[in-house]
């Protein structure tokens, strides 16, 4: 059982501040500074370039993505990171495309991050002509998956409503239609225990950064299925994704199962901050996280829609949402300023959603009633002048 | 003009070594580990997600660029760092590729760092059928850019022999011809004075961690001439290369020049790195750094030859070189593992090179004197056991 105690004394949470934005990036492990120190001195400073080898820099990139994988459900060995989300989301999808070579239509939906439809848009414009992205509304993505999808591209949390796609009966519809799944986690994982195997998702990707409490411009995470490990053809054909980087023959020869997925230099600093993260998850049992931020999240909910006029835009259902509340209101940029005045930190996203990460590796009920207690005094009060808030400056 | 004995004070070099490899991993600056330090807890730790504009990370990309740029003649507001150099040579290329759309041939040479060659292949599997990645040898590149030339692919400096390109002669050659260029800086940028815009270069790329000293996995870089920057089609379409990444359109629209070619969350970590970094390049006359290099060079250059049977395979004009020193020997593999065990270390490359960086930021007389008369020791003598040697695992 993890001790939610415990794990809050792990972090840096700046005096006066109430961190509510876990889900934007994760604040400080108390032992990163130094190991990033560590990596700094004691392995570049002292041992220059033969710390690729005498530190381990080059198999990290596999070693953090199978503690990465254990909160994921993926099979060991089928997860690695590097690159940003963005990049790793072309390769799933490039590679999915060429798993599936006679069919040309991407689907997607609209509460998708718009970076991964970006991404989708410029492979099709690299891609011979016929390809098509089809977005519609999350609720009706089950409905549109028919003979001629490819590929599905989903995020399985909503970054605005926290709304939650249903993996396994989707990635089965996908299946069925002889479509193959790219699972967006930037949401999920660290959110909840995430059950990729037992779902046989294809493809999946996230980012560390969030609930993952690695840094910012933390490295990004690819999965594949071990079903297409050895058959997906690498877009990004990097070196480091070589059968042999060291070799370098001048012809590419695609690295055994997810090795293919490595493209350039891992960013050897930033995976020391990863590498102290992931000591933190290392310890933690995904089912009481869940539980606990229910719990949380609950009881946020419930102290808000006790006293305010805020609209819960995050579904009820446990099953069908992530690990964050959003509420809607007319207000709502103000609202969030004049919050984030009083050092309770969520954020906004247009038009009118203000929202709010639960973390319960470091907050806990004071911190949810405090954050709720600001937020309903502001909203239930005159006390703070709307008009200067909305003039604000967004700091989140 | 610059005084080196004042830029070698500020790196970290550890007691009894002899780093000739700074072309492949600069060493430690001294002012690193406060930067890097200060980053992770006095920004991201103290602000949190407010940090992105308060500590102003969100421009770094671009403020990090223009100082490169200045290193590698590039006009100001055209060079932006992110990702790694495999990711911007693949972002050069698609883009290029697109500006010239009536012809299907990238012409690249077999001395290009194979990732190079690789990201295109990989980019060929992407395109519609009739692309092609054509490869000759180096010294015959002028002769094929020919009329169904669309770009050429090449890396300035062989990373091997440390061959250079005449990079104004064979631009003029590949615009005379209709065709593009897209250079690879990997081992110009900071080793000489490099002139982007004289030479109206049409897209340049390169890494951080070599001459530059940004640390293992620093930021690569990239750079549009302004001819192009407004017309290039950013082919990993990440969201904060949109012309408005916080809008959370879902529809791409791409940002003004340069800013396209930006991907993903950049490396903030890395960042602090490359910042304290180029503190000590911003103070760096690059003439005067080249007829150092050249200095250094050549000494290392005259002793070695005068002593051993090594075969410098490096051309001795100037103007044809890099900053680097490359010998061939049939034995090199085992001498340089012997060189290394005495502490001076530079690196083998297949079949036969030792390779050796002429960096002047951080050696001087002293230390090329050292390390050629390791070198000379160990290939003249019977001093060493060349058995124990050919066996032992490379360590660069």
Known sequence: ???????????????????????????????????????????????????????????????????????????????????????KVFQALAAALKLNPDRRVILSDTGNFPSDLYIAEGLLKLLPVGYELRTVAPEDVAAHITEDVAVTLLTEVDYRTGRRHDMAALTKRAHDCGALTVWDLAHSAGAFAVDLAG?????????????????????????VSPRHA??????????LGHKMPFAFDIDYKAGDG????????????????????????????????????LELGDRFIARVEAATDLVLVTPRDPSQRGSQVSFAHPEGYAIMQALIARGVIGDFRAPDILRFGITPLYLDETDID????????????????????KQRKAVT
């Open 1 to 87: 059982m993890t001790d939610f105690t415990q794990t809050r004394q792990q972090f840096i949470l700046p005096e006066g501040v109430c961190y509510l934005d876990g889900n934007s990036l994760g604040p400080l492990p108390k032992a990163t500074s130094a190991r990033v120190a560590q990596t700094v001195s004691d392995e570049w400073g002292a041992h220059l370039i033969t710390a690729w080898n005498s530190c381990d820099w080059m198999a990290k990139p596999r070693a953090l993505g199978d503690r990465i994988g254990r909160l994921i459900g993926a099979e060991p060995g089928h997860t690695v990171i590097g690159d940003t989300l963005s990049i």
């Open 199 to 223: 779902c046989s998702a294809d493809f999946a990707v996230g980012c560390t950064y969030k609930y993952l409490n690695a840094g910012p411009g933390a490295p990004a995470f690819i999965y």
């Open 258 to 293: 997810i090795d293919r997925m490595r493209v350039g230099t891992p960013p050897v600093i930033q995976m020391a901050a990863l590498e102290a993260a992931l000591d933190i998850w290392d310890t933690v049992d995904m089912q009481a996280l869940r539980t606990r931020a």
């Open 370 to 389: 405090h954050a709720a207690d600001q937020l309903i005094d502001i909203v239930a009060t005159d006390a703070w002048d709307r008009e200067e808030f």
């Open 230 to 239: 050895e058959r997906a053809e690498p877009a990004l054909a990097g070196w």
